[in-house]
């Protein structure tokens, strides 16, 4: 007789696992719920099968607040019952033993507190009061609402030329957002309840890649009206190429030798080619955009401009550098992110050739200033961090290929000052350990850990702690600004200006390419109402039927990346697209919930905006 057996899980067991799996699918891709009301039923009710029953608040409390909420959507509930509810879960929350009972009662309390218009609308009127009207997930999930289950149905049917034409109706960028997209539709996807998510990125690229020659889309009969945009990024690019087919005389004024924004000086062209970004800029301004390079516009030339143009949009962006306050910031040898992909942006590469470099910094910019700094002939690349490498802002894929190609993250360790040498440059920069502890800020926040300071060797440090916009200089214009980012209605419009809009990176902050995009293209829609028209941007596209068949299980198809020992020795593109074998594919695993489903299009498709 045995002593002990090896532990195996039973067939029971098992199923329960892939139950678990599916209810942890489904909850990721399905972050906007129909109706709040019901979704935190729904939450409660399952935390309730998961209690032990050892304690009262848990056992009882989650089961009389489900019937409470099933009041609420039943319509036998009062206003007293809304308090009901908070009380109880607020009881759970404070009194249950463990996390399965006071993790439900506050996610319960703050659903109650956090959507309380809609169950007092639910008790009133027996209806949802919620905004979150239902759609497409992918759609909704993407910032400029562009078409996917449209497109990617014409990548399915070969119609790549098509598709290109609807991706372009709500973005004039779809090669630069096939290349470097962060994919927010893919988050939403409802692929994602099944297997994985659609590589919708991939797909855009790949219609891009296989349209064949660009066609010109409509235009409208000029206005006479003169429109100036003063950034040439892509918010100010979008709303142009928009205005362009608008029929108004659009002028972008650039600062800069290039155009592109932090599309040229933030994103290096191991990520977006250079040639790749000209082809889509040129192909933006072809369409009837006057621009005026090397021309930076301040206060008193806003002023001229407003008297010169009938509207003016500021998408200045954010190119300014945060500091980290620390002694021996000023030193030979540190320099802003900022600044460093700048210089590479305008074709001036620096030379750290066996130098040791520190970036610090967890986001995006911290990993592209990593990897160019390796392609700079960096003998060995740090990233400091004062967080964990799993609370970092960046893309995951992003600090794989950081590390992938050698770069090493230091984690937990907060920049204290930067030490010189004898001749006064860099030597290191000292570091205090940290110790992660509670959120602040939706975060967890680190704090000094009880271990002394240390220092790392380094020849060079690159703050990328974030960006800072320029928008001083318009203060004294009066536009108003908020944390040194200008203030807009939601119109994009600055109400203190009359005919001046605003919108992108200067307005949000720091952000993605598709919200700059479509901030552009926000602004462009409601310029043309400000200058007395009411144009539409149309495209009606024959986008084909679903097919009825079988939607079985089917792997996600992956970009593959350049071998990493070879793509760290240039900026050379390190991704290859989607072969035509694997478009079809990932094209056809597309569950189409443009056509079926609870968030279908009502009424057709949405052909113009």
């Known amino acids: 007789?045995?002593?002990?057996?090896?532990?195996?899980?039973?067939?029971?067991?098992?199923?329960?696992?892939?139950l678990h799996a599916s209810v942890g699918r489904r909850l990721e891709v399905s972050s906007l719920a129909p109706c709040p009301v019901e979704f935190t039923m729904s939450f409660v009710n399952m935390c309730a099968t998961q209690s032990c029953g050892k304690c009262t608040p848990c056992r009882v409390g989650l089961r009389a607040l489900r019937h409470l909420l099933s009041d609420v959507l039943t319509g036998t509930a009062t206003m007293a019952t809304i308090d009901e509810i908070e009380r109880l879960a607020q009881t759970a929350y404070l009194s249950s033993d463990c996390a399965i009972g006071y993790e439900a009662g506050a996610m319960a309390l703050r659903a109650v507190r956090g959507f309380r218009d809609d169950f007092v609308s639910h008790v009133s009127h027996n209806s949802c009061a919620s905004a979150l009207a239902p759609s497409v997930p992918c759609v909704a999930g993407c910032p400029a609402g562009v078409d996917v289950p449209g497109y990617l149905a014409l990548v399915r049917a070969g119609r790549c030329a098509d598709a290109v034409r609807l991706i372009r109706k709500d973005n004039p960028f779809p090669l630069v957002c096939g290349l470097v997209c962060e994919h927010p539709c893919e988050r939403n996807c409802r692929r994602g309840m099944v297997d994985?998510?659609?590589?919708?990125?991939?797909?855009?690229?790949?219609?891009?890649?296989?349209?064949?020659?660009?066609?010109?889309?409509?235009?409208?009969?000029?206005?006479?009206?003169?429109?100036?945009?003063?950034?040439?990024?892509?918010?100010?690019?979008?709303?142009?190429?928009?205005?362009?087919?608008?029929?108004?005389?659009?002028?972008?004024?650039?600062?800069?030798?290039?155009?592109?924004?932090?599309?040229?000086?933030?994103?290096?062209?191991?990520?977006?080619?250079?040639?790749?970004?000209?082809?889509?800029?040129?192909?933006?301004?072809?369409?009837?955009?006057?621009?005026?390079?090397?021309?930076?516009?301040?206060?008193?030339?806003?002023?001229?401009?407003?008297?010169?143009?009938?509207?003016?949009?500021?998408?200045?962006?954010?190119?300014?550098?945060?500091?980290?306050?620390?002694?021996?910031?000023?030193?030979?040898?540190?320099?802003?992110?900022?600044?460093?992909?700048?210089?590479?942006?305008?074709?001036?590469?620096?030379?750290?050739?066996?130098?040791h470099v520190c970036v610090v910094g967890g986001g995006n910019v911290a990993m592209d200033v990593a990897r160019s700094s390796v392609r700079c002939g960096a003998e060995r690349v740090y990233i400091v961090y004062r967080r964990r490498a799993c609370d970092m802002t960046a893309q995951d894929e992003e600090i794989e290929g950081a590390r992938a190609e050698g770069c090493e993250i230091l984690e937990l360790n907060a920049p204290v000052r930067i030490e010189a040498d004898s001749e006064g440059r860099v030597a290191g920069l000292v570091v205090q350990p940290q110790l992660i502890g509670g959120h602040r800020g939706g975060r967890p926040a680190p704090r000094p850990a009880s271990a002394p300071e240390r220092t790392i060797a380094c020849d060079r440090v690159v703050v990328a702690i974030g960006q800072a916009i320029?928008?001083?200089?318009?203060?004294?214009?009066?536009?108003?600004?908020?944390?040194?980012?200008?203030?807009?209605?939601?119109?994009?419009?600055?109400?203190?200006?009359?005919?001046?809009?605003?919108?992108?990176?200067?307005?949000?902050?720091?952000?993605?390419?598709?919200?700059?995009?479509?901030a552009g293209k926000v602004a462009a829609g409601n310029i043309d109402n400000y200058l007395g028209f009411d144009h539409r941007i149309e495209l009606d596209v024959d986008v084909p039927a679903p097919q009825l068949e079988d939607m079985g299980h089917c792997a996600r198809c992956e970009t593959i990346l350049r071998e990493a020992g070879e793509r760290k020795r240039n900026f050379e593109e390190i991704e290859r697209g989607l072969t035509p074998e694997e478009a079809l594919q990932e094209s056809s695993r597309c569950l189409r919930c443009d056509h079926f489903g609870f968030g279908a299009f009502r009424g057709g498709r949405e052909i113009q905006w």
Not at 5 to 16: A, D, I, N, S, Y
Not at 476 to 505: K, N, Y
Request: net charge negative; glycine share 12%; with cysteine.
């Open 470 to 518: 320029e928008s001083a200089p318009f203060e004294g214009l009066g536009i108003p600004t908020s944390w040194g980012r200008i203030s807009t209605q939601t119109d994009a419009s600055i109400p203190e200006l009359e005919g001046v809009f605003s919108g992108g990176d200067c307005q949000t902050g720091p952000a993605t390419v598709i919200k700059a995009i479509n």
């Open 196 to 355: 994985d998510p659609i590589n919708i990125r991939a797909l855009k690229r790949f219609a891009c890649e296989h349209e064949g020659t660009p066609e010109e889309p409509a235009r409208a009969a000029s206005t006479g009206k003169r429109v100036c945009v003063v950034g040439g990024g892509p918010a100010g690019l979008s709303c142009a190429y928009y205005l362009t087919l608008m029929g108004h005389e659009v002028t972008v004024f650039e600062a800069r030798h290039h155009l592109g924004g932090m599309l040229r000086y933030g994103i290096p062209a191991y990520r977006l080619p250079r040639e790749r970004l000209d082809q889509e800029i040129g192909w933006i301004v072809g369409q009837g955009v006057t621009v005026r390079m090397d021309e930076k516009v301040d206060a008193a030339g806003l002023a001229r401009l407003r008297e010169e143009y009938d509207a003016v949009y500021l998408a200045i962006g954010a190119h300014g550098d945060k500091k980290l306050d620390i002694a021996g910031e000023g030193l030979p040898g540190v320099e802003s992110a900022v600044d460093m992909l700048r210089s590479i942006g305008d074709g001036e590469m620096p030379d750290f050739s066996g130098q």
């Open 1 to 18: 007789m045995a002593r002990f057996h090896l532990l195996e899980l039973t067939p029971e067991q098992k199923v329960m696992d892939e």
